[in-house]
């Protein structure tokens, strides 16, 4: 008896040695999975394929390990994925067409203005190489509340501003402002064009600011989600091969045509075709509608948009159109895209590429076909 009782508590405690080394393999299983997924997102790791587009529209897949996390771009490095970035408000005037240095913007903010006609505000890789960016003008409250989205190392080149801007830029020490009023040299006028018409910066001249006056310590900020998008053509779904904006018709209407071919669109104004000054194509790879509410502040026609909040937003890539809402908390939280018919809770992922983000107001209007 006392021999089968030795043998039953050793077989007892063989059973729990296995048990317990079962439950510590799994243990290191389920940290490994964790691990790998934490660390990748840190190193913003992507094994999905870019689609690039050659000179003869041929289109060729190329694995993307690193993802910038403006615009979900392949990048070569980790040092590429959270670079230092550069916001220049860029006008839309007739009198400033063609714009400089439009064409290489990551992301472009397009809102209205006084007497609702539009204004640009251009977001760029600090060490992207533009040698001329404008005609630059002045800031307006709402694109500091977009800014803001992208931490406080954003380098805001601008020309000027309204009252309340300036007041803004002037109380929150984390706008990181270059006002051609106060920092001349980073700027130029040009003789081919009339005040004010004719202010001007550089690549170069924003990394001369950014060595002199930068914090060098990069705020990582949070990006929207990214993914490969399928082409209309290959869903079965309807293609949205046309979107006309209208912002004040028809010298500040917008439309953007997408080709199937290229996988982009293309804008058009009333001058046709939208091409830099040094002939380059305004194209885009997400068009992004947020429609807001505004009002008139004043007798110049300045306006007060609703940033924070939420609202109908509709997202057009690759000829899909997805209807859904956008919402944002604070000055500084991130704008997000949510789909109406979409999983609850979770943003709608964008295609990776350029983004321009198309700010309509109720003097506005949004067509597509």
């Known amino acids: 008896m006392i021999y089968k009782k030795y043998k039953a508590g050793t077989l007892n405690t063989k059973i729990v040695y296995v048990l317990a080394f079962i439950i510590f393999i799994a243990g ?38 690193f993802t910038r996390l403006l615009d979900g771009v392949c990048v070569e490095s980790q040092e590429e994925v959270n670079p230092e970035l550069v916001a220049v408000m860029i006008e839309n005037h007739v009198d ?41 003008r002045s800031a307006r409250p709402y694109y500091l509340d977009w800014l803001r989205e992208y931490g406080k190392d954003i380098l805001y080149m601008h020309v000027g501003g309204s009252p309340a801007a300036l007041s803004i830029i002037s109380k ?11 920092k001349g040299p980073y700027f130029w006028r040009s003789t081919d064009r009339y005040a004010p018409h004719n202010v001007y910066t550089s690549s170069k001249n924003w990394q001369k600011a950014w060595d002199k ?70 194209e885009a790879d997400t068009i ?32 899909i159109k997805i209807e859904g809402e956008w919402r944002k908390d604070s000055t500084t939280g991130r704008t997000e895209w949510y789909n109406f018919d979409g999983p609850d809770g979770q943003p709608i992922p964008l295609k990776r590429g350029k983004i321009w983000i198309e700010v309509v107001n109720e003097r506005g209007s949004v067509e597509w076909e």
Not at 37 to 62: C, H, W
Not at 104 to 112: C, M
Not at 236 to 258: K, N, R
Not at 298 to 317: C, E, H, K, M, P
Request: glycine residues 6%.
């Open 288 to 319: 992004i509608i947020q429609k807001v509410h505004s009002k008139v502040l004043d007798d110049v026609g300045r306006l007060q948009i609703d940033t924070i909040g939420s609202g109908d937003a509709i997202i057009f890539q690759n000829g």
């Open 96 to 136: 400033a067409r063609p714009q400089s240095g439009l064409a290489k913007a990551s992301v472009v903010y397009e809102a209205p203005v006084e007497a609702n006609y539009s204004r640009f505000m251009a977001i760029f890789p600090k060490d992207v190489d533009i040698a001329k960016v404008g005609p630059v």
């Open 172 to 182: 929150d020490s984390r706008i990181f402002d270059f006002n051609e009023f106060s």
């Open 28 to 65: 290191l299983l389920l940290l490994a999975v964790f691990a790998y997924s934490y660390f990748s997102k840190k190193a913003n790791v992507n094994n999905l394929t870019e689609i690039e587009s050659k000179g003869d529209n041929t289109l060729i897949e190329k694995k993307c390990e």
């Open 213 to 282: 006056f930068g914090t060098k310590e990069n705020t990582d900020f949070k990006s929207w989600n990214f993914r490969d998008i399928d082409n209309c053509i290959d869903t079965g779904e309807e293609c949205i091969t046309e979107i006309s904006i209208d912002f004040l018709p028809p010298s500040y209407a917008a439309t953007w045509e997408y080709s199937t071919s290229t996988r982009k669109y293309v804008r058009y104004q009333i001058e046709g075709r939208h091409f830099d000054k040094d002939g380059a194509a305004i």
